[in-house]
């Protein structure tokens, strides 16, 4: 009766990932909205809204890196004609200009890391100087490879 139950549980654990790659609009919108999580977050300490505190300043920066080198491996082609997408089909006419926005996003986001530390950027003026240029590459990426529906 176990062995059964066991190998159902397997197979259900090695299917998960392919899961979320047969649905890649889903899954990368699923990481923007942690994208939009974390700049709210970050813009809410930026206009003094929340309270600064350098755990919080660290925990937006790392959400955004994560997002950042995953983000690129769900634009498969044929996945610009989903009707609930923004995703521009400039994505599949430039591919390689669109990759180089996910690598700057990674490299605005690993030189933030760098910077934060372990316990996370010390005080606002340093968070902001470390997600400045963060945030002008969500901007420069939507602008050149999203469409407003
Ligand atoms: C390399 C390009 C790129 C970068 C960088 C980027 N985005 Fe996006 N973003 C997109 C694309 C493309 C979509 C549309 C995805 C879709 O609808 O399939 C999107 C959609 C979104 C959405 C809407 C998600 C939904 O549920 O429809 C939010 C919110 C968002 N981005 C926030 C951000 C924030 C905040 C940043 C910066 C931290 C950022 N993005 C960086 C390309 C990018």
């Not at 549980?9 to 609009?25: G, K």
């Not at 390689?96 to 933030?112: I, P």
Request: with cysteine; proline share 6%; net charge negative.
């Amino acid at each position: 009766m176990l062995k059964p139950l066991m190998t159902a549980f397997a197979f259900a654990m090695l299917t998960q990932p392919a899961l979320s790659a047969e649905d890649p609009v889903a899954t990368r919108k699923a990481l923007m909205q942690n994208n939009g999580a974390a700049a709210a977050l970050a813009g809410g300490m930026m206009k003094g809204e929340i309270a600064y505190s350098p755990a919080a300043g660290k925990a937006a920066i790392a959400a955004i890196n994560a997002t950042a080198v995953t983000m690129g491996d769900y634009f498969p082609g044929g996945s610009d004609t989903d009707p609930s997408t923004t995703a521009s089909p400039k994505i599949w006419e430039d591919m390689a200009g669109f990759q180089e926005e996910v690598a700057s996003l990674q490299a605005a986001t690993a030189a933030a890391l760098e910077v934060s530390g372990k316990a996370g950027p010390a005080d606002l003026a340093a968070f902001q100087e470390a997600m400045g240029p963060i945030l002008g590459t969500c901007r420069a990426c939507h602008e050149g490879y999203r469409v407003q529906k």
